[in-house]
Structure formats: C-alpha cells, structure tokens
C-alpha cells in the first residue's frame, strides 16, 4: 500500500493543466503528402503524375541506307514492365518502301506471331504477338525488311511512323499497358560498300 500511494503522489505531480481556450493550442504539424499506390507522388492537385519509371517505351531505330538497297527495321521495348501482348500498325511511304519480310524477335518466347504482309494495305503493315504468360526483357520485338526504291534521292529522310492505339500493349492479366512510342526514319546516303551492308547485318544479327 505504501508502494501503491507513492506512486500514485508521484503521478499527481506530473499532471499538469490542459490549455481549455481554442487559442492557446498549438498549431497541428501539415499532414505529409501521401505516395500514390499506383505511379509516383501526387502533384498539388492530388491527381498522379506519370513518372518515366512507369513508362514501357517502344521504339522504331533510325538507319542508313542508299537507294535500291534492303534495311532491317528494328521495333524494340524497352523499361519493359512485362507484356503478353501487342497489336502495331507500321506506317511507310508506299513510294519508297516495300516490304520484304517480318522477323520475329528473339524475346517473343512462344505465343501467337502474325502480320499482313501476305495481305497489305498501301502504306500500311500490321504486326501482332499474343501470349499466355508475361515476357520482362528488354530487346527487338520484330524487324522489318524493306526494299528502298531508286527513286529516292540522297540526302531524304523516309520516316516510318509506329501507331500502337490504347489497349494493344497489354499484360497477362489484360491490363493496357502505359507506353511511349518514338519515331523511325531512313536516312538516304550515298552508295554504301558491300562491306558496310554486311557489316550492318551482322550487328543486327540478321
């Protein structure tokens, strides 16, 4: 009991009065912005900025050629977030490019692999990929072989745009994946050595 008073008289002196009048409490500390679950902080606005982290980016490499040779095309991903699936429209200048082939890439581990080429809309080549399972790698999806026409002129640029509309890069899951497209273009040179061809080749391991 003498234990229990002492304390109980050593509690009564540490209590101490709480301010009653609104004025003399203190200011609460700003509550900290909160992470979004989903893609980066939240801007003043509280709606969520897209950060490059979050972003699958799709490219069409730029080249170099001359007229009336063949060039490999490359469409490759990047920062891949895993996909199982992808539906892409190339866009060409009919006049000055025909296309020969469609390679598939190696990071497309089994699954479904088609494209128009049997069956071509003007200016137009489609290509599709689908899977069960998701692939994470980064690297060539597929390559394109064009022939370039002799009409071109040295020193012309031939762009290649890639269309890729919303919900055609897809997980397995069936969730539209948030992607960046960069544009190609074909730059036209001067004759280019049988050497430099094959070399070009080899690199791109055609």
Do not use: H
């Not at 050593?10 to 709480?18: F, N, P, S, T």
């Not at 950060?51 to 001359?66: G, R």
């Not at 597929?142 to 055609?168: H, K, M, P, R």
């Amino acid at each position: 009991r003498v234990a229990l008073a002492f304390l109980c008289e050593a509690y009564d002196e540490e209590v101490v009065d709480v301010p009653v009048n609104s004025d003399e409490l203190p200011e609460r500390a700003p509550k900290k912005e909160k992470r979004s679950e989903t893609r980066g902080f939240k801007d003043y606005r509280g709606e969520d900025e897209i950060v490059e982290e979050d972003v699958t980016e799709i490219a069409v490499e730029n080249f170099e050629t001359s007229a009336g040779e063949y060039v490999y095309i490359p469409i490759t991903i990047s920062n891949n977030k895993g996909i199982s699936s992808f539906n892409m429209n190339l866009d060409y200048n009919a006049d000055y490019l025909t296309p020969i082939s469609v390679i598939e890439g190696d990071i497309l581990s089994g699954g479904a692999f088609e494209s128009s080429l049997d069956d071509l809309t003007d200016g137009m080549l489609s290509v599709c990929w689908i899977d069960s399972d998701n692939i994470y790698e980064d690297g060539t999806l597929f390559t394109v072989q064009f022939l370039v026409s002799n009409d071109v002129q040295i020193g012309q640029d031939v762009s290649i745009e890639l269309s890729c509309v919303d919900g055609a890069l897809s997980n397995q899951e069936l969730e539209s994946v948030t992607k960046n497209v960069t544009q190609g273009n074909i730059k036209i040179v001067e004759l280019l050595s049988e050497d430099v061809t094959e070399n070009l080749k080899t690199i791109k391991n055609i």
